[in-house]
C-alpha cells in the first residue's frame, strides 16, 4: 500500500478504479451516490481514511461515470465512441490484475452465534428463525441417512449437502414462493423448505412408481412443477442462460416473481455463465443468480478453477450489481438474498450473489475427496465452522430452542427418513406405460408400435424378464 | 441473395437466375397435379414470414429470437417487417452467442412463453447443441411431463452456395436421431407455412430445416394454404408427382430436382413417384413403404453426408418392412462424404444433381428379376 502514496495523484484515479472494480457493500437505500468529492481526494490522509472508512461504513453502489466526472483536470476532457463518452489519461495505466483488497464479506453473525454489533440486517422472527433451524437440521439428517443408504447399496448414487446447509435453507426462506428456482445439484434444501417431503425425496432417490419424475432420472434430480423448482439437470450451468429465458418470461408477463437460479465456483468457467449473465443484464431480466463458492470442484480447487478474486468481481464485469456473503452465516444469508430479489422484481434486473462456504461432503458418492485434500481441513470446517451450529446458538441464546426440541427433532427426522426408505424400496418401480410416454405431448406412431411389440414381447417370453416384471 | 441464386445457376450449366426460377416455377406447377389450382405464387421467405406473423399475432406468447432479426429485418429477411409490428420485447436482437439464446429460449419455454429461436445456419446451431438435446429434446421425458418445451429452432440448413465446409453441413440426420425433438424440412412455400405454422403450435420441441437457397424461389400457393388457419400435419410425408416404377424420396431442396429428374425420366419411359418426405421426425413409414410397395423400387436422396443419413434410415425401413416387394436393391444418393469444398466445380461434385438422381433411378428399373 505504501508505494501508492510515494507517486502522484495519478495513482488515486488508478486505486479508485480498482476500489470499484473490488465492489462496495451495498445498504438498502440504493440510490448511487458518490463516494469520493474532489476535496477529499486531493489529501492523502483523507485518502486513507477513506479507505478505512469503507470498511465499516456501508456505502452505496456508485456508477462509474459518477466517478469519472469528479476526477482530476486531465480527465475533463472527453472522447465520445460507440457506448458513450470517455474521460481519458495520458498516463498509460493498466488495470492491475487484482485489488490490493479482496471484496469483503458480508456477514451478521460471529462464530459464537451471536449478532455483530451495527450489522445491517432483516430481522427474523422466533416462528421463522425456528422453522429455518429446523429446516436445516433435518437437512443434515436427510444427507446423513440417504448417504448410508447409497453405501448399503439401497440407491445408487447420492449427493449430500453438507456444510451448505445455511445456503440452502436460508435462500429459499428469503424467496416468495411464485419465485422460479433453477437449481444445480446441490440445493435440495430449497425444495425441503417449499414442502416437498421426506418421501417424495426418497421416491425420486429409487425411482419409484410413486416418483414425480417416474423413475426416468438419476438419484437427487428432483424436480417439481408445484414448488416452482425446476428438475435437476446434469449438464453444469445450462441453467444459467435458462434462469435469463424464465427471468424475462416473468418479466413479460409482468409477474410480481423472478427467477433464482444457483452455481458453484466450478460452474462459472462454463461457457453459459457468461452467456447467462451477460444476457440477464442485456434483457434486464429480473433473476438472482446465486454462486455457492464451497472451494472444490470435485477435486479441482478454487486456486486451479480461476484467478479473479472469486466470483463477486465478475458481477460487475456484465453490469449486475453483486454481493459476497458468508455462506454459513444464515442471517447473512437471508438478508442478502431478500434483499436481491426485491431489487430483481421492482428494478428489473439480475443481481449475483456470491456465497462462501465450504464443501465438507465429497463431491458425490461416486468421490472420495480424502484423496485429494486433508482429513484435517475437512474436519475444522466440519466442527468448528459448521453453519447449523453457529444458526443454533444463535436461535438458543434467543431462548427459542432447547436441547429437549433438538433431540427430538432430530430423532422424529431420523425416523420418517428410515420409513420413508423402507417404503419406497418396497414400492414397485414405474410400469412400461411411461417407458414411452412424455417422449412428445403425445405419443408418436412409431413410439404407439414399439410399446405393442415391446408388450406383446413380454407377455410371449416372459422367461426373459425378472419376476414381477410390471406392465 | 440473388447473387447466390445467380451463381447456383452458373454452376448448373449457364442457366441465368431467373430463368432457373421460371423453369422451377413451371415444372412444379405440372409436377403437382393434383394441388389446388391457385392462381398466387409466393416465394418461399415470404411464406415464412407470413407464417410467424400470424402466429405472433394469434398468441401473444409466441416470440421471434436470434441473430439480426430484428432492426436488420433478419439476415435473410425472413422476419422483416416483424419489429415495427410486434416490436423489441417480442423480436429480440441477440448478442452473439447462440448458446446464450438458445439458453434464454429454452428457459423461456419451460416458464411457459413460446420462443422461435433463428439460427443464422444450423452449423452455428453446434455452439448451442447441449441446451436443443440435453434440455430441450430431453426434458419433458425426464421431468416426466413436468417440464414441456414448445419451442422452434429454425434457420437454413444444409449447403447454399460457395459458401465451404462450416456454412453448407446438412443437420437433418443429427438432430431427427433425437426421441424428443421433432424434425421438420420443408420444400415449397405451402410446405413453408404450414410446417412452420404446426411447429409454432406443437407443444414439443421442433427443429425447422429451411433451405437458403429455396428461400427466394416461387411456388403457386392455394386459397386454403393462404388462410390463417392452415396448419400441415407433422409426421406426414406428400406425394409430389405420382408414378409407378420407381419412387424417389427426399426432402428440402433435393425435392425440386427429384421433380426435374422425373421429368427427365418421364421421356424414357419411367415413370417416378416422387416423395417429399416434409417430416424427418416423425418419419412417414407407412407412405413411403406403401409407395415402395407399389413401385418395387427405391432410390432415397440428401444432400448431406452419406454416413447415417437420412437415406440410411429410409433404405432399413424399407428393406425392414417392404422386403419381398422390392425388385432392385435400394439407392442412396447423398453428398460426398468430404467437407464441403469451396471451388464452385468441386461443390458441384460434392452435391447430388440431377443426372445422378436420373442414372440411380435408371440402375434401379433395369435391375430386374
Known amino acids: ?31 448511487p451516490r458518490p463516494a469520493f468529492t474532489n476535496s477529499q481526494l486531493s489529501s492523502r490522509s483523507v485518502f486513507l481514511d477513506s479507505i478505512t472508512s469503507l470498511r465499516h461504513e456501508s456505502t452505496a453502489v456508485e456508477k462509474q461515470h459518477d466517478l469519472v466526472q469528479q476526477s482530476d483536470e486531465e480527465d475533463v476532457q472527453e472522447l465520445d465512441f460507440p457506448g458513450g463518452k470517455l474521460g481519458y489519461t495520458s498516463e498509460m495505466k493498466f488495470i492491475p490484475e487484482s485489488s490490493p483488497k479482496r471484496v469483503p464479506c458480508y456477514r451478521v453473525l460471529d462464530e459464537d452465534g451471536r449478532i455483530i454489533s451495527d450489522s445491517d440486517f ?69 425444495l425441503l423448505w417449499r414442502g416437498f417431503t421426506l418421501q417424495e425425496f426418497a421416491n425420486q432417490c429409487f425411482g419409484n412408481k410413486a416418483d414425480h419424475g417416474k423413475g ?31 427471468g424475462y ?67 460487475q464485469a456484465y453490469g449486475i450489481r453483486s454481493i459476497r456473503v458468508d455462506g454459513n452465516d444464515a442471517l447473512a444469508v437471508y438478508s442478502a438474498v431478500r434483499s436481491a430479489r426485491e431489487m430483481a422484481v421492482t428494478e428489473q434486473r439480475p443481481v449475483l450473489i456470491e456465497a ?116 | 441473395m440473388w447473387g447466390i441464386l445467380g451463381r447456383r445457376a452458373v454452376v448448373n450449366g449457364g442457366i441465368s437466375a431467373s430463368s432457373l426460377r421460371s423453369r422451377v416455377r413451371s415444372s412444379s406447377v405440372s409436377a403437382r397435379s393434383y394441388a389446388a389450382a391457385g392462381s398466387k405464387e409466393m416465394t418461399v421467405r415470404d411464406a415464412l414470414n407470413s407464417a410467424i406473423d400470424e402466429e405472433m399475432s394469434a398468441d401473444p406468447k409466441v416470440f421471434v429470437m436470434g441473430e439480426e432479426v430484428g432492426q436488420y429485418q433478419g439476415a435473410y429477411k425472413i422476419t422483416k417487417g416483424l419489429l415495427e409490428k410486434y416490436g423489441p420485447e417480442r423480436v429480440y436482437d441477440t448478442p452473439i452467442t447462440e448458446a446464450g439464446f438458445t439458453g434464454i429460449g429454452v428457459g423461456a419455454a419451460y416458464a411457459g412463453l413460446k420462443p422461435v429461436v433463428e439460427f443464422m445456419t444450423f452449423n452455428f446451431s453446434m455452439q448451442a447443441i447441449d441446451h436443443i438435446i440435453n434440455s430441450a429434446a430431453k426434458s419433458n421425458y425426464m421431468s416426466a411431463g413436468q417440464i414441456n418445451v414448445p419451442i422452434v429452432f429454425r434457420g437454413p440448413n444444409g449447403a447454399a452456395a460457395g459458401v465451404g465446409a462450416q456454412h453448407s453441413q446438412c443437420y437433418a440426420a443429427w438432430y431427427a436421431s433425437v426421441p424428443g425433438l421433432k424434425v421438420l424440412a420443408p420444400y415449397s412455400a405451402e410446405d413453408a407455412r404450414g410446417l412452420l405454422k404446426a411447429a409454432i403450435r406443437d407443444p414439443d420441441p421442433v427443429v425447422f430445416l429451411e433451405n437458403e437457397l429455396l428461400y427466394g424461389e416461387s411456388f403457386p400457393i392455394s386459397e386454403e394454404a393462404l388462410d390463417s388457419s392452415f396448419c400441415l400435419p407433422i ?56 409407395s415402395v410397395r407399389k413401385t418395387s423400387r427405391l432410390v432415397t436422396v440428401e444432400e448431406g453426408f452419406p454416413q447415417h443419413g437420412v437415406c440410411a434410415e429410409i433404405c432399413a425401413s424399407v428393406v425392414e418392412e417392404s422386403f419381398s416387394y422390392l425388385d432392385a436393391p435400394v439407392e442412396r444418393i447423398a453428398g460426398a462424404d468430404v467437407p464441403m469444398p469451396y471451388a464452385a466445380n468441386l461443390e458441384r461434385l460434392a452435391l447430388p444433381q440431377v443426372e445422378d438422381i436420373v442414372r440411380a433411378a435408371k440402375r434401379a428399373c433395369f435391375r430386374s428379376k
Open chain 1, 356 to 471: 462462501m462456504t465450504y464443501r465438507v461432503g465429497h463431491h458425490s458418492t461416486s468421490d472420495d475427496s480424502t484423496k485429494y485434500r486433508a482429513a484435517d481441513e475437512i474436519q475444522y470446517w466440519k466442527m468448528s465452522r459448521n453453519p447449523v451450529n453457529r444458526f443454533k446458538k444463535w436461535v438458543e441464546d434467543n431462548g427459542w430452542w432447547s436441547e429437549e426440541d433438538e433431540s427430538k427433532l432430530r430423532s422424529n427426522a431420523r425416523k420418517q427418513l428410515l420409513q420413508a426408505i423402507q417404503a419406497s424400496e418396497k414400492w414397485d418401480k414405474p410400469p412400461l406405460t411411461e417407458l414411452f410416454s412424455d417422449v412428445y405431448d403425445v405419443k408418436t406412431k412409431n413410439l404407439e408400435e414399439q410399446e405393442l411389440g415391446l408388450r406383446e414381447l413380454v407377455e410371449k417370453q416372459p422367461q426373459d424378464y425378472p419376476p414381477g416384471f410390471h406392465i
Open chain 1, 249 to 315: 418470461s416473468l418479466k413479460m408477463e409482468k409477474k410480481n416473481a423472478c427467477a433464482v437460479t444457483f452455481i458453484g465456483d466450478g460452474g462459472t468457467s462454463e461457457g453459459d455463465f457468461h452467456a447467462g449473465l451477460n444476457f440477464a443484464a442485456v434483457m434486464e431480466a429480473p433473476v438472482v443468480f446465486i454462486c455457492r463458492n464451497n472451494g472444490w470442484a470435485i477435486s479441482t480447487h478454487i486456486s486451479e478453477q480461476f484467478r479473479s478474486d472469486g466470483i463477486v468481481v465478475k458481477g
Open chain 1, 1 to 31: 500500500m505504501a508505494i501508492w502514496f510515494a507517486r502522484s495523484r495519478n495513482i488515486v484515479s488508478s486505486l479508485r478504479h480498482n476500489l470499484n472494480l473490488s465492489g462496495i457493500l451495498s445498504k438498502r437505500d440504493y440510490s
Open chain 1, 216 to 246: 426416468r432420472q438419476m438419484p437427487v434430480h428432483y424436480g417439481s412443477n408445484r414448488y416452482n423448482y425446476f428438475t435437476v439437470s446434469s449438464p453444469i450451468a445450462t441453467q444459467l442462460p435458462q434462469a435469463a429465458g424464465v
Open chain 2, 235 to 290: 409426421g406426414k410425408a406428400k406425394i409430389e408427382r405420382e408414378g409407378k416404377d420407381v419412387t424417389i424420396t427426399t426432402f428440402s431442396k433435393m425435392v425440386g430436382f427429384a421433380l426435374k429428374a422425373a421429368e427427365k425420366l418421364a421421356e424414357e419411359g419411367i415413370s417416378a413417384e416422387v416423395i417429399n418426405l416434409r417430416s424427418i421426425r416423425p418419419l412417414d413409414r407407412a407412405t413411403i413403404n406403401a
Open chain 1, 122 to 190: 432483516i430481522p427474523v422472527s422466533e416462528q421463522l428463525a425456528v422453522r429455518m433451524y429446523e429446516q436445516m437440521a433435518t437437512l443434515q439428517v436427510m444427507d446423513h441417512i440417504f448417504y448410508e443408504a447409497q453405501r448399503q447399496g439401497r440407491i445408487s448414487f447420492f449427493i449430500t449437502t453438507v456444510g451448505e446447509e445455511a445456503v440452502n435453507i436460508a435462500s429459499a426462506a428469503a424467496l416468495s414462493p411464485d419465485d422460479v428456482v433453477l437449481p444445480q445439484y446441490r440445493e435440495p434444501g430449497v
